[in-house]
């Protein structure tokens, strides 16, 4: 796949749910990824049918809202609450970390 865009969200949000970019709505740095659209893509579908799904580093799928209170593990100010030890499933993958 080539994807040229001068952000890196928007073709990670494309390659992670098969959709273009106004189709996500992550058209620019600092866009939340919907997570329901994230789990109805790649990692959802493998997860799904019975794989063992990991992402593995930090998605960059919810920058802007990074400094308030998101609950997602990227948030700055509750990324704390996830400890070290945190492999919970996110964006539609099974296990992170």
């Not at 992402?55 to 700055?76: D, N, V």
């Amino acid at each position: 796949m080539h994807y040229t865009a001068p952000h890196v969200p928007r073709p990670r949000a494309s390659i992670l749910t098969g959709k273009h970019p106004y189709s996500h709505g992550v058209r620019d740095n600092g866009r939340d990824l919907d997570e329901a659209l994230a789990g109805d893509g790649l990692g959802g579908v493998f997860s799904k049918a019975g794989y063992d799904t990991r992402f593995i580093g930090k998605a960059h799928l919810s920058s802007q809202q990074t400094f308030e209170p998101t609950g997602r593990p990227e948030c700055y100010k509750r990324a704390g609450e996830f400890g070290p030890d945190w492999r919970g499933a996110y964006i539609g993958f099974r296990i992170c970390g």
